[in-house]
Protein backbone atom coordinates (compact mmCIF):
# COMPACT_ATOMS: atom_id res chain seq x y z
CA UNK A 1 0.00 0.00 0.00
CA UNK A 2 2.73 2.34 1.02
CA UNK A 3 4.56 1.93 -2.81
CA UNK A 4 0.95 2.55 -4.38
CA UNK A 5 0.42 5.53 -2.27
CA UNK A 6 3.94 6.60 -3.46
CA UNK A 7 3.89 5.99 -6.63
CA UNK A 8 0.95 7.62 -7.45
CA UNK A 9 2.53 10.63 -5.44
CA UNK A 10 5.25 10.69 -7.85
CA UNK A 11 2.60 10.41 -10.88
CA UNK A 12 1.10 13.46 -9.48
CA UNK A 13 4.29 15.52 -9.49
CA UNK A 14 5.33 14.42 -13.21
CA UNK A 15 1.63 15.48 -14.66
CA UNK A 16 2.44 19.21 -12.60
CA UNK A 17 5.77 19.82 -14.01
CA UNK A 18 4.44 18.70 -17.53
CA UNK A 19 1.32 21.09 -17.53
CA UNK A 20 1.78 23.56 -20.07
CA UNK A 21 3.44 24.08 -23.72
CA UNK A 22 5.35 21.41 -25.92
CA UNK A 23 7.52 18.71 -24.75
CA UNK A 24 11.06 18.91 -25.32
CA UNK A 25 10.61 15.35 -26.61
CA UNK A 26 8.33 17.22 -29.51
CA UNK A 27 10.57 19.72 -29.92
CA UNK A 28 13.63 17.09 -31.29
CA UNK A 29 11.05 15.34 -32.61
CA UNK A 30 11.43 16.48 -35.93
CA UNK A 31 15.14 16.86 -36.06
CA UNK A 32 14.73 12.69 -35.14
CA UNK A 33 12.41 12.31 -37.81
CA UNK A 34 14.36 14.18 -40.82
CA UNK A 35 17.79 12.08 -39.82
CA UNK A 36 15.85 8.62 -40.16
CA UNK A 37 14.71 9.82 -43.74
CA UNK A 38 18.08 10.84 -44.62
CA UNK A 39 19.13 7.64 -43.24
CA UNK A 40 16.68 5.55 -44.62
CA UNK A 41 16.74 6.96 -48.16
CA UNK A 42 20.84 6.58 -48.35
CA UNK A 43 21.54 3.11 -46.22
CA UNK A 44 18.42 1.43 -44.97
CA UNK A 45 20.85 -1.54 -43.47
CA UNK A 46 22.74 1.23 -41.96
CA UNK A 47 19.95 2.25 -40.06
CA UNK A 48 19.05 -1.08 -39.26
CA UNK A 49 22.62 -1.48 -37.41
CA UNK A 50 21.95 1.67 -35.22
CA UNK A 51 18.72 0.49 -34.37
CA UNK A 52 19.98 -2.42 -32.98
CA UNK A 53 22.82 -0.75 -31.58
CA UNK A 54 20.54 1.59 -29.99
CA UNK A 55 18.13 -1.45 -28.41
CA UNK A 56 21.20 -2.90 -26.92
CA UNK A 57 22.24 0.14 -25.22
CA UNK A 58 19.29 0.82 -23.99
CA UNK A 59 18.52 -2.86 -22.97
CA UNK A 60 22.01 -2.18 -21.16
CA UNK A 61 21.45 0.73 -19.59
CA UNK A 62 17.91 1.24 -18.78
CA UNK A 63 16.73 -2.27 -17.88
CA UNK A 64 19.99 -4.16 -17.26
CA UNK A 65 22.75 -1.76 -15.64
CA UNK A 66 19.82 -0.69 -13.50
CA UNK A 67 17.82 -4.02 -12.54
CA UNK A 68 21.50 -4.52 -11.37
CA UNK A 69 22.11 -1.82 -9.23
CA UNK A 70 18.86 -2.13 -7.77
CA UNK A 71 20.21 -5.64 -6.45
CA UNK A 72 22.97 -4.22 -5.42
CA UNK A 73 20.82 -1.70 -3.57
CA UNK A 74 18.61 -4.32 -2.22
CA UNK A 75 22.37 -6.01 -0.31
CA UNK A 76 22.70 -2.48 1.20
CA UNK A 77 19.50 -2.44 2.69
CA UNK A 78 19.86 -5.97 4.14
CA UNK A 79 23.42 -4.51 5.34
CA UNK A 80 21.55 -1.51 6.68
CA UNK A 81 18.84 -3.46 8.62
CA UNK A 82 21.86 -5.82 10.02
CA UNK A 83 23.74 -3.00 11.59
CA UNK A 84 20.20 -1.60 12.75
CA UNK A 85 19.52 -4.98 14.44
CA UNK A 86 23.22 -5.30 16.35
CA UNK A 87 23.26 -1.72 17.30
CA UNK A 88 20.00 -2.83 18.76
CA UNK A 89 20.63 -5.35 20.13
CA UNK A 90 24.01 -3.75 21.69
CA UNK A 91 22.74 -0.07 22.86
CA UNK A 92 18.85 -0.61 22.85
CA UNK A 93 18.38 2.37 21.48
CA UNK A 94 14.82 3.68 19.49
CA UNK A 95 16.98 5.12 16.73
CA UNK A 96 18.18 1.93 15.73
CA UNK A 97 14.94 0.87 15.35
CA UNK A 98 14.10 3.79 13.19
CA UNK A 99 16.95 2.88 10.95
CA UNK A 100 15.61 -0.58 10.51
CA UNK A 101 12.24 0.37 9.62
CA UNK A 102 13.86 3.23 7.22
CA UNK A 103 15.56 0.34 5.57
CA UNK A 104 13.25 -2.12 5.61
CA UNK A 105 10.93 0.46 3.80
CA UNK A 106 13.08 0.82 0.74
CA UNK A 107 13.88 -3.15 0.21
CA UNK A 108 10.43 -4.15 -1.37
CA UNK A 109 11.07 -1.33 -3.93
CA UNK A 110 14.47 -2.87 -4.61
CA UNK A 111 13.14 -6.71 -4.89
CA UNK A 112 10.26 -5.17 -7.59
CA UNK A 113 12.47 -3.83 -9.76
CA UNK A 114 15.05 -7.16 -10.03
CA UNK A 115 12.00 -9.30 -9.88
CA UNK A 116 10.71 -7.80 -12.64
CA UNK A 117 13.51 -7.73 -14.82
CA UNK A 118 14.34 -11.12 -14.28
CA UNK A 119 10.88 -12.15 -15.54
CA UNK A 120 11.38 -14.47 -18.71
CA UNK A 121 14.59 -15.81 -17.58
CA UNK A 122 14.50 -19.02 -15.95
CA UNK A 123 18.01 -19.24 -14.64
CA UNK A 124 17.84 -15.79 -13.05
CA UNK A 125 14.82 -15.66 -11.99
CA UNK A 126 15.67 -18.80 -10.20
CA UNK A 127 18.26 -16.98 -8.50
CA UNK A 128 16.13 -13.86 -7.64
CA UNK A 129 13.86 -16.31 -6.19
CA UNK A 130 16.22 -18.03 -4.08
CA UNK A 131 18.05 -15.10 -3.22
CA UNK A 132 14.54 -13.79 -2.04
CA UNK A 133 13.65 -16.73 0.02
CA UNK A 134 16.67 -15.92 1.84
CA UNK A 135 16.41 -12.35 2.58
CA UNK A 136 12.91 -13.52 4.19
CA UNK A 137 13.70 -16.17 6.06
CA UNK A 138 16.73 -13.89 8.25
CA UNK A 139 14.07 -11.40 8.59
CA UNK A 140 11.38 -13.82 10.09
CA UNK A 141 13.66 -15.87 11.87
CA UNK A 142 15.79 -13.63 13.03
CA UNK A 143 15.52 -9.57 12.39
CA UNK A 144 12.52 -8.84 12.69
CA UNK A 145 12.19 -11.01 15.91
CA UNK A 146 15.46 -9.74 16.91
CA UNK A 147 13.75 -5.93 16.47
CA UNK A 148 10.88 -6.48 18.33
CA UNK A 149 12.32 -8.18 21.27
CA UNK A 150 13.97 -5.78 24.27
CA UNK A 151 17.23 -4.44 23.21
CA UNK A 152 20.60 -3.44 25.08
CA UNK A 153 22.66 -4.78 27.61
CA UNK A 154 21.89 -8.36 28.68
CA UNK A 155 19.49 -9.23 26.27
CA UNK A 156 22.23 -11.08 23.82
CA UNK A 157 21.22 -14.92 23.27
CA UNK A 158 24.20 -16.79 21.61
CA UNK A 159 22.10 -18.97 19.77
CA UNK A 160 19.86 -16.44 18.08
CA UNK A 161 22.60 -14.57 17.16
CA UNK A 162 24.45 -17.70 15.60
CA UNK A 163 20.99 -18.50 13.51
CA UNK A 164 20.88 -14.65 12.47
CA UNK A 165 25.03 -15.12 11.19
CA UNK A 166 24.05 -18.82 9.29
CA UNK A 167 20.80 -16.69 7.61
CA UNK A 168 22.69 -13.81 6.78
CA UNK A 169 25.37 -15.83 5.39
CA UNK A 170 22.99 -17.86 3.51
CA UNK A 171 21.62 -14.07 1.98
CA UNK A 172 24.92 -13.56 1.12
CA UNK A 173 25.82 -16.40 -1.13
CA UNK A 174 22.50 -15.94 -2.58
CA UNK A 175 22.78 -12.52 -3.26
CA UNK A 176 26.71 -13.29 -4.56
CA UNK A 177 25.19 -15.97 -7.55
CA UNK A 178 22.52 -13.33 -8.73
CA UNK A 179 25.16 -10.70 -8.67
CA UNK A 180 27.36 -13.19 -10.54
CA UNK A 181 23.87 -13.92 -13.04
CA UNK A 182 23.54 -10.12 -13.52
CA UNK A 183 27.86 -9.45 -13.99
CA UNK A 184 27.73 -11.88 -16.70
CA UNK A 185 24.66 -10.81 -18.62
CA UNK A 186 25.98 -6.99 -18.16
CA UNK A 187 29.15 -8.50 -20.14
CA UNK A 188 27.04 -10.16 -22.76
CA UNK A 189 25.65 -6.81 -22.99
CA UNK A 190 28.80 -4.86 -23.62
CA UNK A 191 29.75 -7.79 -26.11
CA UNK A 192 26.63 -7.18 -27.95
CA UNK A 193 26.75 -3.62 -28.07
CA UNK A 194 30.17 -3.17 -29.32
CA UNK A 195 29.59 -5.75 -32.28
CA UNK A 196 26.47 -4.32 -33.45
CA UNK A 197 28.32 -0.76 -33.09
CA UNK A 198 31.28 -1.23 -34.88
CA UNK A 199 29.00 -2.99 -37.21
CA UNK A 200 27.20 0.38 -38.55
CA UNK A 201 30.11 3.02 -37.15
CA UNK A 202 30.77 2.63 -41.69
CA UNK A 203 26.86 3.80 -42.24
CA UNK A 204 27.10 6.38 -39.43
CA UNK A 205 29.93 8.64 -40.90
CA UNK A 206 28.18 8.21 -44.42
CA UNK A 207 25.10 9.24 -42.54
CA UNK A 208 26.94 11.64 -40.47
CA UNK A 209 27.47 14.49 -43.91
CA UNK A 210 23.67 14.57 -44.28
CA UNK A 211 22.35 14.66 -40.64
CA UNK A 212 24.50 17.77 -40.39
CA UNK A 213 22.71 19.42 -42.88
CA UNK A 214 19.80 18.98 -41.20
CA UNK A 215 20.99 19.14 -38.06
CA UNK A 216 22.60 22.65 -38.38
CA UNK A 217 18.83 23.57 -39.49
CA UNK A 218 16.78 22.34 -36.54
CA UNK A 219 19.68 23.86 -34.30
CA UNK A 220 18.60 27.36 -35.13
CA UNK A 221 15.13 26.75 -33.88
CA UNK A 222 15.87 24.84 -30.94
CA UNK A 223 18.37 27.26 -29.51
CA UNK A 224 15.22 29.81 -29.98
CA UNK A 225 13.12 27.41 -28.15
CA UNK A 226 14.86 25.32 -25.87
CA UNK A 227 18.43 27.39 -25.03
CA UNK A 228 17.31 30.61 -24.27
CA UNK A 229 14.34 30.12 -21.73
CA UNK A 230 17.06 27.75 -19.84
CA UNK A 231 19.53 30.53 -20.03
CA UNK A 232 17.00 32.85 -18.49
CA UNK A 233 16.06 30.54 -15.97
CA UNK A 234 19.88 30.54 -15.43
CA UNK A 235 19.91 34.28 -14.75
CA UNK A 236 16.78 34.10 -12.45
CA UNK A 237 18.44 31.56 -10.18
CA UNK A 238 21.64 33.93 -9.86
CA UNK A 239 19.14 36.58 -8.91
CA UNK A 240 17.42 35.01 -5.94
CA UNK A 241 20.57 33.38 -5.05
CA UNK A 242 21.64 37.28 -4.70
CA UNK A 243 18.09 37.67 -2.74
CA UNK A 244 17.40 40.52 -5.12
CA UNK A 245 13.50 41.52 -4.73
CA UNK A 246 10.67 40.62 -7.53
CA UNK A 247 12.79 38.29 -9.35
CA UNK A 248 9.98 36.38 -11.75
CA UNK A 249 10.60 33.60 -14.47
CA UNK A 250 8.67 33.91 -17.25
CA UNK A 251 6.65 31.09 -18.50
CA UNK A 252 8.04 30.23 -21.84
CA UNK A 253 9.64 27.72 -23.91
CA UNK A 254 8.88 23.89 -23.30
CA UNK A 255 6.98 22.34 -20.88
CA UNK A 256 9.10 21.10 -18.31
CA UNK A 257 10.88 25.13 -18.98
CA UNK A 258 7.66 25.97 -18.01
CA UNK A 259 7.13 24.11 -15.10
CA UNK A 260 10.71 24.58 -13.64
CA UNK A 261 9.46 28.52 -13.97
CA UNK A 262 6.12 27.90 -12.18
CA UNK A 263 8.28 26.10 -9.42
CA UNK A 264 10.73 28.69 -9.04
CA UNK A 265 8.18 31.76 -8.68
CA UNK A 266 6.20 29.27 -6.22
CA UNK A 267 9.31 29.23 -4.10
CA UNK A 268 10.48 32.61 -4.69
CA UNK A 269 6.82 33.79 -3.52
CA UNK A 270 7.03 31.66 -0.77
CA UNK A 271 10.28 32.74 0.53
CA UNK A 272 8.59 36.21 0.62
CA UNK A 273 6.01 35.12 2.47
CA UNK A 274 8.40 33.24 4.63
CA UNK A 275 10.92 36.61 4.79
CA UNK A 276 7.93 38.40 5.90
CA UNK A 277 7.16 36.07 8.87
CA UNK A 278 10.71 36.04 10.13
CA UNK A 279 10.68 39.82 10.44
CA UNK A 280 7.42 39.79 12.28
CA UNK A 281 8.67 37.04 14.32
CA UNK A 282 11.64 38.95 14.75
CA UNK A 283 10.12 41.90 15.82
CA UNK A 284 7.71 39.98 18.12
CA UNK A 285 11.05 38.48 20.23
CA UNK A 286 12.39 41.70 20.30
CA UNK A 287 8.96 43.32 21.99
CA UNK A 288 8.93 39.96 24.36
CA UNK A 289 12.51 40.66 25.42
CA UNK A 290 12.20 44.34 25.90
CA UNK A 291 9.20 43.12 28.13
CA UNK A 292 10.97 40.83 30.30
CA UNK A 293 13.97 43.10 31.27
CA UNK A 294 10.84 45.36 32.15
CA UNK A 295 9.37 42.82 33.87
CA UNK A 296 12.49 41.69 35.50
CA UNK A 297 13.47 44.89 36.33
CA UNK A 298 10.39 46.49 37.64
CA UNK A 299 10.04 43.43 39.77
CA UNK A 300 13.54 43.42 41.05
CA UNK A 301 12.99 47.05 42.33
CA UNK A 302 9.69 46.57 43.74
CA UNK A 303 11.14 43.32 46.13
CA UNK A 304 14.32 45.53 46.75
CA UNK A 305 12.00 47.94 49.64
CA UNK A 306 10.02 45.56 51.22
CA UNK A 307 13.57 42.95 51.48
CA UNK A 308 15.21 46.31 53.26
CA UNK A 309 12.42 46.79 55.66
CA UNK A 310 12.66 42.93 56.60
CA UNK A 311 15.85 43.26 57.31
CA UNK A 312 15.95 46.40 59.15
CA UNK A 313 13.04 44.74 61.57
CA UNK A 314 14.95 41.52 62.25
CA UNK A 315 18.09 43.48 63.06
CA UNK A 316 15.96 45.03 65.54
CA UNK A 317 14.13 41.97 66.54
CA UNK A 318 17.50 40.82 67.21
CA UNK A 319 18.82 43.60 69.54
CA UNK A 320 16.10 43.87 71.33
CA UNK A 321 15.70 40.14 72.35
CA UNK A 322 19.25 39.70 72.27
CA UNK A 323 19.22 38.27 75.83
CA UNK A 324 15.84 36.80 75.62
CA UNK A 325 15.76 34.70 72.71
CA UNK A 326 15.34 30.94 73.38
CA UNK A 327 17.79 28.87 71.28
CA UNK A 328 14.99 27.44 68.81
CA UNK A 329 13.81 31.37 67.77
CA UNK A 330 17.65 32.11 67.73
CA UNK A 331 17.87 29.10 64.80
CA UNK A 332 14.35 30.53 63.56
CA UNK A 333 15.54 34.45 63.26
CA UNK A 334 19.04 33.20 61.56
CA UNK A 335 16.93 30.80 58.93
CA UNK A 336 15.09 34.03 58.15
CA UNK A 337 18.36 35.99 57.87
CA UNK A 338 19.90 33.50 55.11
CA UNK A 339 16.80 33.36 53.31
CA UNK A 340 16.31 37.75 53.06
CA UNK A 341 20.33 37.72 52.14
CA UNK A 342 19.55 34.76 49.36
CA UNK A 343 16.41 36.78 48.29
CA UNK A 344 18.54 40.25 48.25
CA UNK A 345 21.63 38.76 46.43
CA UNK A 346 19.20 36.99 43.69
CA UNK A 347 17.74 40.41 43.04
CA UNK A 348 20.87 41.56 42.85
CA UNK A 349 22.07 38.95 40.24
CA UNK A 350 18.34 39.44 38.04
CA UNK A 351 19.41 43.28 37.70
CA UNK A 352 22.94 42.23 37.18
CA UNK A 353 22.16 40.24 34.63
CA UNK A 354 19.65 42.82 33.42
CA UNK A 355 21.99 45.75 32.87
CA UNK A 356 24.03 43.29 31.11
CA UNK A 357 22.19 41.69 28.55
CA UNK A 358 20.74 45.55 27.98
CA UNK A 359 23.09 47.57 27.58
CA UNK A 360 26.31 48.29 25.20
CA UNK A 361 29.53 48.12 26.46
CA UNK A 362 31.47 51.18 27.27
CA UNK A 363 34.70 50.10 26.15
CA UNK A 364 38.33 51.82 27.60
CA UNK A 365 41.88 50.57 28.11
CA UNK A 366 42.05 48.51 30.55
CA UNK A 367 44.89 47.09 32.75
CA UNK A 368 44.00 43.77 33.16
CA UNK A 369 46.77 42.47 35.51
CA UNK A 370 45.71 45.33 37.80
CA UNK A 371 41.99 44.70 37.70
CA UNK A 372 42.43 40.94 38.52
CA UNK A 373 44.84 41.87 41.49
CA UNK A 374 41.89 44.04 42.40
CA UNK A 375 39.47 41.13 42.01
CA UNK A 376 41.70 38.80 44.16
CA UNK A 377 42.01 41.31 46.82
CA UNK A 378 38.22 41.86 47.14
CA UNK A 379 37.77 37.88 47.15
CA UNK A 380 41.02 37.23 49.73
CA UNK A 381 39.38 38.23 53.22
CA UNK A 382 36.26 35.87 52.10
CA UNK A 383 38.53 33.27 51.53
CA UNK A 384 40.55 33.90 54.64
CA UNK A 385 37.61 32.98 57.09
CA UNK A 386 37.96 29.21 55.40
CA UNK A 387 41.51 29.15 55.37
CA UNK A 388 41.79 29.08 51.67
CA UNK A 389 44.63 30.96 50.26
CA UNK A 390 44.85 32.58 46.74
CA UNK A 391 47.88 32.49 44.66
CA UNK A 392 48.47 34.74 41.87
CA UNK A 393 51.09 34.45 39.21
CA UNK A 394 51.32 36.96 36.46
CA UNK A 395 53.65 39.25 34.77
CA UNK A 396 55.49 42.66 35.49
CA UNK A 397 54.12 44.27 32.96
CA UNK A 398 50.52 45.48 32.21
CA UNK A 399 48.42 43.59 29.50
CA UNK A 400 45.95 46.27 28.10
CA UNK A 401 42.71 45.24 26.98
CA UNK A 402 40.00 47.61 25.54
CA UNK A 403 36.85 46.59 27.97
CA UNK A 404 33.88 48.19 29.73
CA UNK A 405 35.78 48.01 33.63
CA UNK A 406 33.03 47.32 35.53
CA UNK A 407 30.98 44.62 33.64
CA UNK A 408 34.76 42.84 33.75
CA UNK A 409 35.45 43.51 37.44
CA UNK A 410 32.03 41.40 38.06
CA UNK A 411 32.53 38.84 35.56
CA UNK A 412 36.20 38.01 36.83
CA UNK A 413 34.52 38.46 40.39
CA UNK A 414 32.15 36.01 40.11
CA UNK A 415 34.38 33.17 38.86
CA UNK A 416 36.99 33.76 41.59
CA UNK A 417 33.95 33.92 44.09
CA UNK A 418 32.56 30.60 42.56
CA UNK A 419 36.19 28.70 43.03
CA UNK A 420 36.55 29.60 46.85
CA UNK A 421 33.18 28.77 47.31
CA UNK A 422 33.27 25.64 46.05
CA UNK A 423 37.08 25.18 47.65
CA UNK A 424 37.57 23.02 51.03
CA UNK A 425 38.41 24.35 53.66
CA UNK A 426 41.80 25.29 53.90
CA UNK A 427 42.74 25.05 50.17
CA UNK A 428 44.18 26.80 47.13
CA UNK A 429 43.20 28.89 44.42
CA UNK A 430 45.37 29.07 42.13
CA UNK A 431 45.30 32.34 39.45
CA UNK A 432 47.05 32.66 36.47
CA UNK A 433 47.25 35.61 33.93
CA UNK A 434 49.62 34.78 30.56
CA UNK A 435 49.89 36.51 27.44
CA UNK A 436 48.92 34.77 24.36
CA UNK A 437 49.02 35.20 20.68
CA UNK A 438 47.40 38.37 20.56
CA UNK A 439 45.37 37.94 23.24
CA UNK A 440 45.74 37.55 27.24
CA UNK A 441 44.40 34.06 29.44
CA UNK A 442 43.31 34.40 32.70
CA UNK A 443 42.86 30.69 34.02
CA UNK A 444 41.45 30.06 37.55
CA UNK A 445 41.95 27.01 39.27
CA UNK A 446 40.54 25.36 42.51
CA UNK A 447 40.96 21.90 44.25
CA UNK A 448 37.11 21.57 45.13
CA UNK A 449 34.19 19.66 44.80
CA UNK A 450 34.40 19.43 40.67
CA UNK A 451 31.00 19.03 38.50
CA UNK A 452 29.39 15.60 37.63
CA UNK A 453 30.25 15.04 33.80
CA UNK A 454 26.48 14.61 32.73
CA UNK A 455 26.24 18.24 33.89
CA UNK A 456 28.49 20.32 31.92
CA UNK A 457 25.97 21.07 28.60
CA UNK A 458 23.52 22.64 31.20
CA UNK A 459 26.14 25.12 32.56
CA UNK A 460 25.67 28.76 32.00
CA UNK A 461 21.51 28.60 31.54
CA UNK A 462 19.67 30.33 33.80
CA UNK A 463 19.09 29.39 37.78
CA UNK A 464 20.61 25.82 36.71
CA UNK A 465 23.07 24.57 39.39
CA UNK A 466 25.05 20.95 39.70
CA UNK A 467 23.86 18.79 41.91
CA UNK A 468 26.65 18.30 43.92
CA UNK A 469 26.38 22.18 45.02
CA UNK A 470 22.98 21.68 46.08
CA UNK A 471 23.88 18.48 47.97
CA UNK A 472 26.33 20.04 49.84
CA UNK A 473 24.26 23.08 50.18
CA UNK A 474 26.19 25.59 49.12
CA UNK A 475 24.10 28.94 48.61
CA UNK A 476 24.24 30.44 45.49
CA UNK A 477 21.46 31.70 43.06
CA UNK A 478 22.32 29.98 39.41
CA UNK A 479 22.67 33.13 37.55
CA UNK A 480 26.56 34.05 38.18
CA UNK A 481 28.15 32.14 35.45
CA UNK A 482 25.08 33.39 33.12
CA UNK A 483 26.14 36.93 33.56
CA UNK A 484 30.07 35.97 33.07
CA UNK A 485 29.26 34.24 29.83
CA UNK A 486 26.69 37.60 28.49
CA UNK A 487 29.60 39.68 29.73
CA UNK A 488 32.16 37.79 27.90
CA UNK A 489 29.82 37.40 24.86
CA UNK A 490 29.88 41.18 25.00
CA UNK A 491 33.61 41.82 24.84
CA UNK A 492 33.57 38.93 22.03
CA UNK A 493 36.02 36.78 24.32
CA UNK A 494 36.34 33.28 25.38
CA UNK A 495 35.43 31.06 28.09
CA UNK A 496 36.77 27.22 28.39
CA UNK A 497 36.23 24.70 31.51
CA UNK A 498 37.59 21.89 32.40
CA UNK A 499 35.96 20.29 35.18
CA UNK A 500 36.14 16.85 37.42
CA UNK A 501 34.08 15.88 39.86
CA UNK A 502 35.95 15.48 43.11
CA UNK A 503 39.36 17.03 42.19
CA UNK A 504 38.12 21.06 41.01
CA UNK A 505 37.42 23.04 38.22
CA UNK A 506 39.86 24.81 36.32
CA UNK A 507 38.34 28.16 34.29
CA UNK A 508 40.01 30.12 31.18
CA UNK A 509 38.81 33.53 30.25
CA UNK A 510 40.24 35.16 26.88
CA UNK A 511 40.41 38.62 25.63
CA UNK A 512 42.09 40.30 23.05
CA UNK A 513 45.03 42.71 23.69
CA UNK A 514 44.49 46.14 22.64
CA UNK A 515 46.15 46.52 19.05
CA UNK A 516 43.96 44.24 17.56
CA UNK A 517 40.07 43.99 16.18
CA UNK A 518 38.06 45.91 19.02
CA UNK A 519 35.61 43.77 20.47
CA UNK A 520 32.53 44.49 19.03
CA UNK A 521 29.28 45.13 21.22
CA UNK A 522 26.78 42.01 21.21
CA UNK A 523 23.26 42.04 22.11
CA UNK A 524 22.74 38.38 21.69
CA UNK A 525 22.83 36.31 24.95
CA UNK A 526 23.60 32.58 23.59
CA UNK A 527 26.48 31.12 25.55
CA UNK A 528 29.78 30.59 23.98
CA UNK A 529 31.63 28.24 26.02
CA UNK A 530 30.92 25.91 29.23
CA UNK A 531 31.85 27.28 32.56
CA UNK A 532 31.43 26.60 36.15
CA UNK A 533 27.77 27.01 37.74
CA UNK A 534 27.12 29.60 41.26
Known sequence: ???????????????????????????????????????????????????LSTRSVDYLSDDLQPAAAANQDLLQDLTDMEAAVGAYARSGEASSVDDYRQALARLPAHETRVRRFAEGDLELARLVADQERAAQSWLDRYAQPRIEAPGGPGTFQEK???????????????HQE????????????????????????????????????????????LLTELSDPLLELEGVVQRMARNEPDVHAATSGPKEVRAVAAALNSFNEAQGRARA?????????????????????NVSHELRTPLTTISGYLEMVAEEFEEVLTPRHERMLEATRRNVQRLKTLIDDLLTLSRAEARDTDLEQIDLVGLVRDVVTDVRITGARRGIRIEVTSPDEPLAVLGDRPMLHRAFLNVLSNSVKFSRDGGTVEVGITRAVRSVEISITDHGIGIPPAE?????????RATNAVTNEIAGTGLGLRIVQTIFDKHAGDLVIESEEGEGTTVVLRLRLQGDEPPAASESDAPVATADAD
Open 1 to 51: MVLRILGGRAAQGVRFQMSGGRPVARLVAPVIFRVWLLVGLMALIAITGVV
Open 160 to 174: RFRLGQQRFAALRSA
Open 178 to 221: TTEAFDRRVRQANADAGFRLKGTIIAILVLAVGAWFVVARARRR
Open 277 to 297: VEGRIQNELRSLDTARDDFVS
Open 456 to 464: LDRLGTRFF
